[in-house]
């Protein structure tokens, strides 16, 4: 606890009876940061072929026109665009990301 007070997990220790040794392992904490498993509050892990929806303005033509080029499908049903999530971060848009309307490549 002195050394790694409030980052130590867990100690053990180990006897080596042949060499008449023992040793002596820690577990620690190393990094920490917010995760919520639902992505209520942080955005969920997505892989670069996720088709995640956005959302683009109608008078927002020259984004509108990117998107279409980058793969993007119009969902005229939730009025968003459909894209590859890899597209998405080259064209700089996650913060128009519309939670929830997200399909996994693991879905058909």
């Known amino acids: 606890m002195e050394k790694y ?21 820690v577990e620690i904490i190393v990094a920490a940061y917010p995760w919520d498993r639902h992505g209520s509050d942080h955005a969920p892990f997505r892989k670069p072929a996720d088709r995640i929806g956005i ?5 927002e033509t020259d984004i509108r026109e990117k998107v279409k080029k980058a793969g993007g499908i119009w969902r005229p049903r939730q009025q ?5 999530y890899a597209q998405i971060k080259r064209l700089q848009l996650e913060d128009r ?3 929830g309307f997200e ?3 693991s879905q058909p």
């Open 5 to 25: 007070g409030e980052r130590l997990v867990n100690v053990r220790y180990r006897n080596d009876q042949e060499q008449r040794k023992r040793y002596i392992t």
């Open 97 to 99: 990301i519309v939670e």
């Open 103 to 105: 399909k996994p490549i």
């Open 55 to 59: 959302r683009v303005a109608g008078y």
């Open 80 to 84: 968003l665009w459909e894209l590859p």
